[in-house]
């Protein structure tokens, strides 16, 4: 089936430093959405892009919808500690009005040392 | 807060067991997803519905099924319960822009 290739899988920052986390699909997609998971919770949406080259400021995240629609990167600047969390990469491979699945990336686990 | 309630939060029960869990998708949502997550695992689809009919499946067992009702709310059977089995369960609904919104989460363990 559909996969989403997310990198890296996990990252040990400073405090203070930008992270950068990418996603490839070897099928194109029609849209581009990133998630946060905290522990216990649900995930929840970041940034959504529906354009090729496309790019989209959230705060201190950016992301980018790449022109070949078979990538994506997902900028933080200046991390946080509640950056900390699991970071999903996420879109439809198909897009038939009212069947919309999301195949989701493995994750990018950010941990962040003050 | 996303809007969508999850039901119930945790539940432990034994194998061989039958359980059902419950979502109320955000208001005006017509589509409804269920996604597992085991541990330290990405989110796997397993099923969704639009408008009370059934639109995706994914990976789920025969042992599971879903439905959703008129009034949009979902629910999720498991049955003949497995330790495999034991996982977060995920709801999520959305307004067919593509964008989903989860619910918290129904943690179930399998013992």
């Known amino acids: 089936g559909q996969q989403l290739n997310q990198s890296p899988q996990s990252m040990f920052i400073q405090e203070g430093e930008d992270v950068s986390m990418n996603c490839t699909s070897s099928s194109i997609f029609n849209t581009w959405l990133w998630y946060k998971q905290d522990p216990g919770e649900g995930p929840v949406l970041l940034i959504a892009?529906?354009?090729?080259?496309e790019l989209t400021s959230n705060g201190r995240l950016t992301a980018q919808f790449g022109i070949t629609r078979k990538d994506s990167f997902l900028n933080i600047s200046a991390s946080i500690p509640s950056d900390v969390g699991i970071y999903f990469c996420?879109?439809?491979?198909?897009?038939?009005?009212?069947?919309?699945?999301?195949?989701f990336g493995q994750g990018t686990r950010l941990t962040i040392n003050p | 807060d996303s809007g969508v309630t999850q039901t119930p939060k945790h539940l432990i029960t034994a194998t061989g067991q039958r359980v059902t869990l419950r979502c109320s998708p955000r208001s005006g949502d017509l589509s409804v997803y269920w996604y597992q997550q085991s541990l330290d695992q990405g989110l796997q689809f397993l099923i969704q519905?639009?408008?009370?009919?059934?639109?995706a499946k994914g990976n789920i067992l025969e042992r599971f099924s879903a439905q959703q009702f008129p009034d949009l709310h979902s629910e999720l059977n498991l049955s003949s319960l497995e330790l495999g089995d034991s996982a977060l369960y995920f709801c999520?609904?959305?307004?067919?822009?593509?964008?989903?919104?989860f619910g918290e989460g129904s943690r179930l363990t399998v013992l």
């Open positions: 892009l529906y354009k090729a080259g």
């Open positions: 996420a879109g439809p491979p198909r897009q038939i009005q009212g069947a919309q699945k999301l195949v």
């Open positions: 999520a609904s959305s307004q067919n822009t593509g964008e989903l919104f």
């Open positions: 519905y639009y408008n009370g009919e059934e639109r």
